[in-house]
Each structure stands twice: as structure tokens, then as C-alpha cells.
């Protein structure tokens, strides 16, 4: 194959593992680029190798054939090909960005060193060499700070804990995982960190990483409330990674902008996974990025009806049992709109003694949201009445499944 007809892939994670991967299925072969030292690995679950509970082997991602360890650091789209630190060029037919996103870092006083490096003991936890690193720094006793209680931080937290770290984590919001849960389903996940020995503050405003000969040493609050601080974990949310591609002139709003065929505004030149922005959504989660991949590959191999219309994304949370804090696994799955609007029915069941709790919401006669802990039996038959948005039948069908299914009557 020339070079001028070569797909080339940027980005060795989750999507461009999988691109590359059915890409080699239909007989189209692609260079799959990417800068990261590891073997490509299921980023989704960085939290069990910090937690001690899988080896980095075990989230490994099967290596494509085409693989080459190469930063990235322009696309000159005229003469399209991509320059490298190295100094190296790679010439492309067609490119791919599956450039993921960047972790955010809050603009806090004492961040950052006048050359840009994080203080020692403050990371971000986005990355195979960010879980390596705070898993080298964790000891039983080390007073570790997380800032930010989403579905990344609530997940350090708890991997941090299970490591024998005394944890505190400070969230802005008024409770944990707000944009995913309802209220209740917050308060099973506080539950659950607390059992952990967790310490939770919410509306909670750091301001400030205070160092001592480049080490952090504490962290204050917006009240001026100090805590001691050996690690610092930084979740609080990503940002795609659009640079090359706002470089190079390609329009980007807050990812790069795609349509149904997943092709920017350079028709030469495609974007899928997080760095991605369709019809307005940058997802930022693992199954669209998948679903991303297969339309592409589909589509790159030749089938003109290959199209990506977006992904109704669950949010899927699973923290395993600990026999060492007595802790049974805890599992939740939350989609759609948690929160009822007036007029909206809503089936909700609890357990407190079994910390479950499921809950629909359903808008005229359709299942538009809901949230189950504990017990997720039911996810996958009410996941496809949400995805489907079909009118639910006139005999409850899933939500009767729901409210039987484990006699929770
Ligand atoms: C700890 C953690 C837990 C998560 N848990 C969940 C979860 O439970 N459920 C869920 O749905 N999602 C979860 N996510 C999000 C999920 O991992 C991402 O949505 C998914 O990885 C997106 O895939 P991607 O291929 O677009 O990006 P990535 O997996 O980030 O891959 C992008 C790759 O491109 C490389 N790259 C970027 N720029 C260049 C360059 N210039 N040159 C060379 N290479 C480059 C990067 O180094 C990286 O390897 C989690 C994320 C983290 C960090």
C-alpha cells in the first residue's frame, strides 16, 4: 500500500486499539500511532491496578499489528503528513484522530512549578504512568487528598483507601457524582466510601497545593480550612484533545467537530473517541468511543450506509468487594435523565439494609432515565427500552420486570 492511500490512526487507546483491530478484520491495514511507553491498555479499568486488584498485564489491550510509539506534534494537512518529537514524518491517504482527551487541572495557587511540572506528590489520573506513579507513591497511612468526586474520583478514592491511604475527598458539588446520580444513589456512594474510611467534604472549594522544597504538603480550602497531604489526585474531568487539530485548521468547537460520517472539515481527516464532538455531545466515555471505531472501520472499508448517529452512554460503576473493610462489591448503572420533570411517573424501590435501590423515570409512556444500585439485574432490559425509545407496553413489561424481579415488592 502507498503511503498516499495509508490510513494512519492517531491515538493508541481504547478507540484507536479498536479501529486498528477491525480495520485489520476488513482487510484495510493501518498504522496505528501512539505516544504512551505501555502496551495499549483498557484505560477503564486504571482504578483496579491502583486499587492492587489486576496487574497492568491483565488490562492490557490485544496489540494491533501496525503499531508505532511516535509523539505526535503537528499534521500539515496540505501535504498530509504528521511530524513527531523525533523529527520524523509519517505520511497518511487518510488520518484519524482517536486522540482521547487531557485531564483538567483546576487553576489552583501552587500547582504548578515555573516549568510546568506538577509539584512531587500531585497527580492527574488519566494515564497507565499516572496510576504507576501514585501506586509507587500510596502506603498504608499516607494522607492522600482527592479533588473532585465524579465517577474518576469517587473510583481514586476508594482505590486509594483499599490501598490502606487515609483519604479525604473534596467535591464541589453538593454531592458525589451529581451530573450521573439522583440523590439517593449519591448517598449509597457516600455510604460506601465512608465504610472505606473515606472522609467526604462536599461544597467544597480547594484553592490552594501548598509545597515545601517541590513536595506538596497540604491542601486549603476556600474557607481557608487546611488538610495535610502527602498525594494530591486531580479528577476533576477531562477535556478532549483538539490541539493538532485546531493547529492544523480543522474546525473544533469543544472537540473536533465530526458528522455522521465521523469526517471534520478536512474530508481526509476523521476523529472518533473522546476528542471527538457530534452533533454537539463530546462523550468522554468508553462504549461510544467503541461504537465510534466500528462505524468507521465499517465505513473506511467501504460501506456507504455506515453512519454514527450518537449513543445513548450508560454510566456503569463497579467497585469490588474488600474483605479487609468487610465491604460487599457495589455496583451501579445510571442512564438518561435521573431526575423526574413534573408530570413524570417515577418506580422507585430501596432496600437500606441491602444498600439497593432502583429507580425509573418515565415520560409518556417512555423509559427516559433511571438509576440502580446494588442489584442490576434489570440493567440490561431497561437499557434497551431506554436506548430503543420505544413506547413501554401497556402491561409495564420492563418496569414489572423491574419491581419482580428480585421480590422487591
Ligand atoms: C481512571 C479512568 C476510569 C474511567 N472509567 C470509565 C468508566 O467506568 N466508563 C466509561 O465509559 N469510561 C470511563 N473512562 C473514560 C474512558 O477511558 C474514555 O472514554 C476512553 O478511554 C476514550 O477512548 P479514546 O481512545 O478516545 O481515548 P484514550 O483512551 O485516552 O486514548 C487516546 C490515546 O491517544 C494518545 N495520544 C494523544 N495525543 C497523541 C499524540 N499527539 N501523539 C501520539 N499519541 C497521542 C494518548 O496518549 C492515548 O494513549 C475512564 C477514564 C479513566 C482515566
Known amino acids: 500500500m502507498t503511503s498516499n492511500s495509508r490510513v494512519v490512526v492517531l491515538g493508541a487507546g481504547l478507540a484507536g486499539v479498536r479501529l486498528a483491530r477491525r480495520l485489520g478484520e476488513l482487510g484495510v491495514p493501518a498504522l496505528l500511532v501512539g505516544d504512551e511507553e505501555h502496551r495499549p491498555y483498557n484505560r477503564v479499568l486504571l482504578a483496579e491496578v491502583l486499587a492492587g486488584r489486576y496487574s497492568p498485564d491483565v488490562i492490557a489491550l490485544p496489540a494491533p499489528a501496525g503499531l508505532v510509539r511516535a509523539k505526535v506534534t503537528g499534521i500539515d494537512s496540505d501535504r498530509r503528513v504528521l511530524s513527531c518529537a523525533d523529527g520524523s514524518e509519517i505520511a497518511y491517504g487518510t488520518l484519524v484522530l482517536a486522540t482521547g482527551s487531557n485531564p483538567v ?40 487528598v482527592v479533588i473532585g468526586g465524579g465517577l474518576l474520583g469517587v473510583s481514586a478514592a476508594r482505590a486509594l483507601a483499599v490501598r490502606g491511604a487515609q ?168 442512564f438518561g435523565e435521573t431526575e423526574p420533570r413534573p408530570g413524570d411517573d417515577v418506580v422507585q424501590l430501596a432496600d437500606a439494609t441491602r444498600g439497593t435501590y432502583r429507580k425509573v423515570v418515565v415520560r409518556d409512556d417512555r423509559l427516559v432515565g433511571g438509576v440502580l444500585v446494588g442489584e442490576l439485574g434489570t440493567v440490561g432490559a431497561l437499557a434497551r427500552a431506554w436506548e430503543g425509545a420505544e413506547p413501554l407496553p401497556s402491561d409495564g413489561g420492563p418496569l414489572l420486570h423491574l419491581l419482580t424481579n428480585d421480590g422487591g415488592t
Open 105 to 144: 487541572l483546576p487553576p489552583l495557587r501552587g500547582l504548578f512549578t515555573p516549568d510546568h511540572v506538577l509539584p512531587e506528590g500531585v497527580h492527574a489520573f488519566r494515564t497507565m504512568d499516572d496510576c504507576l506513579g501514585l501506586s509507587k507513591a500510596v502506603r498504608p497511612g499516607v494522607r492522600a
Open 167 to 334: 483519604v479525604v475527598l473534596a467535591q464541589q458539588a453538593e454531592r458525589l457524582m451529581e451530573r450521573q446520580l439522583d440523590p439517593n444513589a449519591s448517598r449509597l456512594v457516600l455510604r460506601h466510601l465512608k465504610d472505606l474510611g473515606v472522609e467526604v467534604h462536599t461544597e467544597c472549594r480547594v484553592r490552594d497545593v501548598r509545597c515545601l522544597g517541590g513536595a506538596v504538603r497540604s491542601v486549603e480550602m476556600a474557607d481557608g480550612y487546611a488538610l495535610d497531604a502527602d498525594l494530591v489526585v486531580l479528577a476533576c474531568g477531562v477535556s478532549p484533545r483538539a490541539g493538532l487539530a485546531k493547529a492544523a485548521g480543522i474546525a473544533v468547537h469543544k472537540g473536533v467537530l465530526v458528522d455522521d460520517a465521523l469526517r471534520t472539515s478536512d474530508p481526509r481527516i476523521r476523529a472518533i473517541g473522546d476528542c471527538a464532538q457530534h452533533d454537539g455531545t463530546v462523550y468522554g466515555l468508553a462504549a461510544p468511543a467503541l461504537e465510534q471505531a466500528d462505524v468507521l472501520a465499517a465505513s473506511l472499508a467501504g460501506d456507504p450506509d455506515a453512519r454514527y448517529t450518537g449513543t445513548r452512554a450508560l454510566t456503569r460503576l463497579t467497585l469490588a468487594g474488600n474483605s479487609a473493610f468487610d465491604l460487599a462489591a457495589f455496583d451501579l448503572a445510571a
